[in-house]
């Protein structure tokens, strides 16, 4: 057990921020903006948008060996990371994705995924993530949006924007997080501009500061 005061804390020390959007939106496109060096675990082959940016490092996931390549990823992440400030993960609904393929390919009739699939997912996916956040860097991590049903206490229920991932490792990714945005387009003006409070039909958070929304 580690303890520290609280005057001694710092909001902004190794900060865990997820940004989700639609596809094609600019998630990938915003790490160009993260102030110091960063590197890029690639999970979507999207960072060729990042092509000329200096300051980036890109590590591109063989799509194929999903589960195989980010465990290598994760024995040489603390190696990877010395001398970067930024590590982004882009984006963990691919991962997902590609994830349940390969498993599909080990069942019976080599595509649909076992019962036991779904359960593996949830806990090896907390491992994961939680292998990450334990770095010593700041994270960025990137998904796909997607709407989830919420039922609240006196029985509504709504349709509420939130990263596409499975409902199963869902809360406990979100709630590790300190910032927790939506990238959206104004279609007046082609600006794009992320939520950071959220409302019933927008999962949002911003715990490092006062801002509901950002550039």
């Known amino acids: ?65 999903p589960e195989e390549d980010m465990k290598q990823y994760l024995e040489q992440a603390s190696e990877l990371i010395v001398g970067y400030d930024n590590l982004v993960i882009d984006n963990v609904s691919s991962f997902e994705k590609d994830w349940f393929v390969e498993k599909g390919k080990g069942s019976h009739n ?30 960025l991590t990137t998904a796909w949006e997607t709407q989830r049903q919420i039922t609240t206490e006196n029985g509504q229920q709504f349709n509420q924007y939130a990263p596409e ?18 990238l959206i387009i104004n279609p007046k003006t082609n600006g794009r501009g992320v939520m950071l409070q959220g409302n019933d039909s927008i999962y949002a958070k911003n715990r490092l500061d006062n801002r509901t929304m950002c550039a």
């Open 1 to 65: 057990m580690k303890t520290i005061e609280a005057k001694d804390l710092q909001r902004t020390l190794n900060w865990r921020v997820i940004l989700y959007a639609k596809p094609g939106t600019g998630k990938t496109t915003c790490v160009k903006y993260l102030p110091g060096k960063t590197r890029i675990f690639d999970l979507d082959n999207s960072a060729k948008v990042l092509a000329g940016i200096s300051n980036v490092t890109v590590d591109e996931m063989d799509r194929t060996h």
């Open 110 to 139: 080599g595509i649909s995924n076992e019962l036991q699939d779904y359960s593996q997912w949830t806990n090896y996916f907390s491992r994961v993530m939680t292998a990450i956040y334990a770095l010593p860097v700041n994270v």
């Open 165 to 182: 991932i499975r409902q199963s490792v869902m809360d406990g990714m979100l709630g590790l997080c300190d910032v927790v945005g939506r």
